[in-house]
Nanobody, 121 residues
Framework: QVQLVESGGGLVQAGGSLRLSCAAS????????MGWYRQAPGKQRELVAF???????NYADSVQGRFTISRDNAKKTVFLQMNSLKPEDTAVYYC???????????????WGQGTQVTVSS
């Protein structure tokens, strides 16, 4: 059984910062890509940032230069550092880890439970 636990969301004023974390646990044999998505009320879930196993990153245009994704492979954790937050960043943020469990293949996508980020103006 694999579980992804997110932390770090909350309420912040515009211009402030938050750091999200997402730690995986369970009988995991390998982790490939990791990412963060968000979903605002009435909108579809969208990709925020993505990091490959090799460390290459990709960002949505709306967060480029403000958000930074990173990973700690030993701790099976992905982070999202969010700076210069704007009210339009308000959403539920979900982490994703593409991984394989021990004794099984191929890789599958696992999602965190979501954490609310609210940015006040």
């Amino acid at each position: 059984q694999v579980q992804l636990v997110e932390s770090g969301g909350g309420l912040v004023q515009a211009g402030g910062s938050l750091r999200l974390s997402c730690a995986a646990s369970g009988t995991i044999s390998t982790i490939d890509a990791m990412g963060w998505y968000r979903q605002a009320p009435g909108k579809q879930r969208e990709l925020v940032a993505f990091i490959t196993k090799g460390g290459s990153t990709n960002y949505a245009d709306s967060v480029q230069g403000r958000f930074t994704i990173s990973r700690d492979n030993a701790k099976k954790t992905v982070f999202l550092q969010m700076n210069s937050l704007k009210p339009e960043d308000t959403a539920v943020y979900y982490c994703l880890q593409k991984l394989a469990v021990v004794g099984s293949y191929p890789l599958n996508n696992y999602w965190g439970q979501g954490t609310q980020v609210t940015v006040s103006s």
